[in-house]
């Protein structure tokens, strides 16, 4: 058997669990899909890929003689991304590390590397021949077994994984609560594995009491699984545990994340202000999603003291959150509170932008405030956001509609000096607006100049301007509309020979 000192790498190869990833006899080329990583890596150093393009192309007897013609001094750095880019090829990176290790003692992050590389290939023998080579070298670190708790759970073989965390003392390891919450997060982090985790949890918490890490795991957990009666029970545990405290934030953002997302938002917004009672609050992340579904459910009866809390938490709302509130309070009519936001916004840093003026315009238009919208599309040119084309035919329909053509002009006006368009909807908004005044004279020019300008006319437009004209009564209206209609149909089979 090979001693340490023949074999510095620690270990033995080839290891009968490691299958050889090459053939005896292959192609010089490279193969594309061989060390897809290394391959698109940007980052990595020349000496590196030199090594890694050895490693992808030559035979495995071949290995560590090509490696050492290459004259390259594989320092940790090296070993550190050629091994990264390996994962894949556990056979070949085994190899190549016995090399290295020849040349150099490896880092302790490299040995973590490998240990890692074989538990992710599903190598547990040879990861713990590394980690007994890891002890001997006194390299051996908490960190080690955290990748060891990672590897079992992935595999699906957690039994395993607590077995490794019964063994830490005979290796060195202490066994407390950092490597407590390791094991959990790892079990946690596989579907349904949460109450797998409390099983082993509940066998030691008496030796190793629990932290708020401790409850955020299990809190994450539950979340990912969407059990809110688990959630609200550990959260209950956890204040009996260890309090309240501002610095379990991922504990409280993943306990109301759970609620809102199985819809329980008045429990949500219930707790929230209990937590605010304490000084407890969740982070932005946590108001962002809670401000997503309430949206999708059009919920601003909660959303509302959800915004509050979350203003007197200190937590400063972004633009996207700004807009998605401004929008559920105008889909909800609640215009006024949507202004109030709308001044109070730039005094937290977020501007507001089209979408932002374009909602408030729009609710404005949809309840026929008049006064309010006119005033509100001068503050909008003023800000250089003006109204979307379809606002503003909305905007010009409801103006005439509530007595105020004078504004829906102003609209109309501002429209064709700035060429916002596409402006066949308003054009023909105003004229249907102008025809229901029965403003014959305004409406012929205005039909004209917009004939001139190869605005479309609709064929119900024309109808409605046809009813107006003949209304009057007179020979000389209805010779007015029969020219703009042969004009129209002339313009139509114009376009239609386009």
């Known amino acids: 058997m090979e001693t340490m000192a023949e074999n510095p790498s620690g270990l033995k190869y080839p290891p009968k669990s490691i299958p050889s990833n090459t053939p005896k006899k292959r192609s010089r080329t490279p193969n594309p899909l061989q060390f897809p990583s290394y391959l698109r890596e940007a980052n990595i150093s020349s000496s590196g890929r030199i090594i890694c393009d050895i490693l992808a192309q030559t035979s495995s007897d071949d290995i560590e003689s090509s490696l050492s013609s290459t004259g390259i001094h594989p320092s940790p750095e090296i070993v550190h991304e050629v091994l990264k880019v390996s994962y894949d090829y556990p056979s070949s990176a085994v ?3 016995r090399w290295a290790g020849r040349l150099q003692k490896h880092s302790a992050y490299g040995w973590n590397l490998m240990v890692d590389l074989l538990g ?6 040879p990861m713990w021949d590394a980690i007994r080579s890891m002890k001997k070298e006194g390299v051996l670190s908490v960190a080690t077994f955290v990748s060891v708790f990672g590897s079992y759970c992935t595999a699906g073989r957690f039994d395993e994984a607590v077995m490794s965390f019964d063994v830490l003392d005979r290796h060195g390891i202490r ?4 490597a407590v919450n390791s094991l959990l997060s790892a079990i946690c982090r596989e579907y349904n594995q949460t109450s797998r985790a409390l099983e082993f949890f509940e066998k030691i918490r008496e030796k190793i009491p629990p932290d708020g890490d401790t409850f955020a795991i299990f809190l994450e957990g539950w979340e990912k699984e969407g059990n809110a009666a688990k959630a609200k029970s550990t959260f209950g545990e956890m204040v009996v545990q ?9 504990a409280y953002d993943a306990f109301l994340r759970t609620l809102v997302s199985e819809l329980q938002i008045d429990e949500a917004i219930k707790f929230l202000k209990v937590m605010k009672d304490h000084n407890c609050f969740p982070s932005l992340k946590f108001f962002t999603v809670a401000l997503e579904i309430m949206v999708k459910q059009n919920d601003s009866v909660n959303a509302i003291p959800l915004w509050n809390i979350m203003m007197g938490s200190g937590v400063v709302p972004n633009l996207v959150m700004y807009n998605a509130m401004i929008g ?6 609640e215009i ?42 001068t503050e909008m040119i003023k800000n250089e956001w003006p109204p979307t084309h379809s606002n503003s035919a909305a905007a010009i329909t409801m103006l005439f509609d509530c007595d105020d053509p004078e504004a829906a002009h102003e609209i109309w006006t501002y429209m064709l000096e700035n ?21 014959l004279s305004e409406l012929r020019r205005s039909a004209e100049e917009m004939l001139d300008g190869k605005i479309k006319i609709y064929e119900m437009t024309m109808m409605k301007l046809r009813d107006a004209f003949y209304k009057e009564g007179s020979r000389s209206a209805r010779d007015r509309y029969d020219n703009l209609s042969r004009r129209w149909k002339a313009r139509n089979l114009e376009l239609t020979r386009l």
Not at 120 to 125: A, Q
Not at 328 to 333: D, G, H, I, Q, Y
């Open 95 to 97: 190899k190549f590390f």
């Open 120 to 125: 992710k290939n599903h190598l547990f023998e």
């Open 175 to 178: 066994q407390d609560i950092i």
């Open 242 to 250: 260890i309090g309240w405290s501002p610095q379990n934030v991922s």
């Open 328 to 333: 559920l309070l105008c889909s909800n009519n």
């Open 336 to 377: 006024d509170h949507a202004f109030q936001l709308l001044d109070q916004m730039v005094f937290q840093g977020a501007f507001p932008d089209s979408l932002t003026y374009n909602m408030i315009f729009e609710c404005l238009v949809k309840n026929k405030r008049v006064r309010e919208t006119g005033r509100f599309f």
């Open 419 to 439: 060429h916002v368009k596409p402006l066949d909807e308003s054009a023909n908004a105003l004229l249907i607006g102008l025809s229901n005044l029965g403003r």
